[in-house]
């Protein structure tokens, strides 16, 4: 059973086409079963080939309910394992790095700040944007998870919803100042949160 250090496994992505290791891996909770956000273009050149080919992954579990150091020892091992055997993996290390936990230093939230600020979207940026995003779903339980955090946030911040509220029914001009001054103070304190 996973303990808080001993939350980690190992896992292997599966070509089912050619039933064949293609890539190991390392995580915590959906790491092995999430495809969109990784950022290895071998991985993510794969993935599309098996998609256009109507084949999937098979996620094989090698070890769980490990610690992190288990985990990247592990890792290592079924890379060189696979590599030993002649197999071409996607994975651009021999593994055993990750930045688990990682947090960034006052001075470069400061410079990843300072980089967002200003950051035009354009109306041609939007339609990129959301021409990437047409037809994904979000998982019946991610779902759920945003409408329970939205209920939460709601119950806890009532003079927003109040505010908000009367400037969607459009009572006063000054009710929708004030839910635009009480989004700006909002904003702050999360910046300042960040400081």
Same mark, same amino acid.
């Given at each position: 059973?996973?303990?808080?250090?001993?939350?980690?496994?190992?896992? $292997?992505? +599966?070509? &089912?086409?050619?039933?064949?290791?293609?890539?190991?891996?390392?995580?915590?909770? &959906?790491?092995?079963?999430?495809?969109?956000? &990784? /950022?290895?273009?071998?991985?993510?050149?794969?993935?599309?080939?098996? #998609?256009?080919?109507?084949?999937?992954?098979?996620?094989?579990?090698?070890?769980?309910? =490990?610690?992190?150091?288990?985990?990247?020892?592990? !890792?290592?091992?079924?890379?060189?394992? +696979?590599?030993?055997?002649?197999?071409?993996? *996607?994975?651009?290390?021999?593994?055993?790095?990750?930045?688990?936990?990682?947090?960034? *230093?006052?001075?470069?939230?400061? =410079?990843?700040? #300072?980089?967002?600020?200003?950051?035009?979207?354009?109306? $041609?940026?939007?339609?990129?944007?959301?021409?990437?995003? #047409?037809?994904?779903?979000?998982?019946?339980?991610?779902? $759920?998870?945003?409408?329970? *955090? /939205?209920?939460?946030? @709601?119950?806890?911040?009532?003079?927003?919803? #109040?505010?908000?509220?009367?400037?969607?029914?459009? =009572? *006063? @001009?000054?009710? /929708?100042?004030?839910?635009?001054?009480?989004?700006?103070? &909002?904003?702050?304190?999360?910046?300042?949160?960040? !400081?």
């Amino acid at each position: 059973m996973p303990t808080p250090t001993n939350n980690f496994y190992v896992y $292997e992505h +599966w070509r &089912r086409d050619r039933d064949e290791c293609f890539y190991v891996g390392k995580g915590h909770g &959906r790491r092995a079963y999430e495809m969109r956000w &990784r /950022k290895n273009p071998l991985h993510a050149n794969v993935v599309e080939y098996l #998609k256009r080919i109507k084949s999937d992954i098979e996620i094989r579990i090698i070890s769980d309910a =490990i610690s992190e150091k288990d985990a990247f020892v592990l !890792e290592q091992a079924r890379i060189a394992y +696979w590599r030993h055997l002649g197999v071409r993996l *996607t994975n651009c290390t021999d593994g055993g790095e990750g930045i688990t936990g990682h947090k960034h *230093t006052a001075e470069v939230r400061d =410079i990843i700040r #300072k980089r967002h600020t200003g950051v035009i979207f354009t109306p $041609e940026r939007r339609a990129k944007i959301g021409a990437k995003r #047409k037809g994904k779903k979000h998982r019946p339980d991610s779902v $759920e998870k945003m409408k329970s *955090t /939205k209920k939460a946030w @709601a119950a806890s911040n009532p003079e927003y919803i #109040k505010a908000m509220s009367l400037a969607a029914n459009s =009572i *006063t @001009a000054k009710a /929708k100042r004030l839910a635009t001054i009480y989004q700006r103070r &909002r904003a702050d304190l999360a910046i300042e949160m960040f !400081e």
